[in-house]
């Protein structure tokens, strides 16, 4: 089961790709703006994040940013908006697809298969060197100058985490999340520490000149070694990050990322609908079959209310149009 963290300030597309998702086996935390996203992946490390560009606080493309200073894991960009500039900024800024609304569920459910198998695969192909140090990702071990070494589970997580952020700062906050959950007390703090030292002696690094970890104070740790393998050119390859386009926020955008976001909303209420009427058959009982019934007509009301919408907003697309065509 994997834990998505879904971004988006439509309430209909949030409420209908928990849901879906949900049906689908997996974990899934919602925000409904950039800042909720950026803290509940702090405090609740998730494994895939699908995010919409438009957000009333942040910008989609910032939020890439920030959490790619910290989070290695697949980020799915959702939009309705048609700027080609955004949709580079987001891909360069560190997200990993993109996929435009409207869209189908079955067209997303491939995407995010296709993204978790990459991720499993990438991972699983890490063997890191960091001089005397091997760390084997898949086998989950690591030896010092040949010799294995005996970590406890804890210290394993904790040098998994270190060695695949290289570079990057990570949070105590983050830390204790990732080991130990949504508990961020005291204590799990103290913990934290003791273990980075158990860590550290293991490993034989000096917390007051370290080769591999970086105590920052107050703030975290840093993992300072790279692997030995150069790239494959010998230099490393500059990551080019482009500043996101002005947000256009004409009457025509508006109302198409407002349309956009309707027939997401409408695709999502229809699928959970169709898959409650699937599972209705003979041998369901009659008081199932009743409540089973009833959800759908909700979600098929909801489908009408969405078409009515949808309605709305194409009219009000066509006015917009016309305005800025003849603005006399």
């Keep these: ?7 988006d300030d439509e309430p209909q597309v949030l409420h209908a790709l928990r849901r879906a998702l ?24 998730p494994d895939l994040v699908v995010l919409d560009l438009w957000l009333p606080d ?23 908006d048609a700027d080609e500039e955004r949709k580079v900024s987001a891909l360069d800024s560190g997200a990993d697809d993109f996929l435009p609304k409207p869209f189908g569920f079955s067209e997303l459910t491939a995407r995010l298969r296709a ?4 991720s499993v695969r990438d ?21 010092l100058d040949g010799s294995l070494l005996r970590l406890t589970p804890t210290e394993w997580q904790l040098l ?13 906050r983050w830390l204790v999340g990732r080991i130990w959950g949504g508990s961020h ?21 000096d917390a007051s000149t370290p080769r591999y970890l970086r105590t920052e104070s107050g703030a975290g740790y840093r993992w300072l070694a790279g692997p030995v393998t150069a790239a494959p050119d010998g230099e490393p390859t500059p990551t080019v990050v482009r500043r996101p386009a002005p947000a256009d926020h004409t009457p025509v955008t508006t109302t198409l990322h407002d349309l956009n976001n309707v027939l997401t909303a409408l695709h999502l209420a229809l699928h959970l609908a169709q898959s409650k009427v699937a599972r209705l058959g003979d041998s369901t009982p ?43």
């Design 160 to 172: 998994e985490a270190m060695v695949t952020h290289p570079g990057k700062l990570l949070t105590h």
């Design 1 to 7: 089961m994997a834990t998505v963290l879904v971004v």
């Design 115 to 118: 993204l978790k198998r990459r």
């Design 58 to 80: 942040i910008d989609g493309v910032e939020v890439v940013r920030r959490l790619r200073g910290w989070l290695d894991v697949p980020i799915l960009i959702l939009s309705g």
């Design 22 to 45: 949900e049906g689908e086996g997996d974990k899934v935390l919602t925000a409904a703006t950039g800042t909720q996203a950026v803290d509940l992946a702090a405090s609740q490390p």
């Design 123 to 143: 991972q699983a192909e890490q063997r890191l060197a960091f001089g005397d140090l091997v760390v084997d990702l898949p086998q989950g071990a690591a030896e």
């Design 185 to 205: 007390g005291d204590e799990n703090r103290q913990a934290l520490r003791t273990h980075i030292r158990s860590l550290r002696a293991k490993i034989g690094d």
């Design 286 to 328: 009659p008081g199932e079959r009743d409540a089973a019934s009833e959800k759908a007509q909700v979600q098929l009301r909801r489908c009408v209310h969405l078409v009515d919408r949808a309605g709305d907003l194409a009219r009000s697309l066509r006015e917009a149009w016309e305005d800025q065509a003849d603005p006399a």
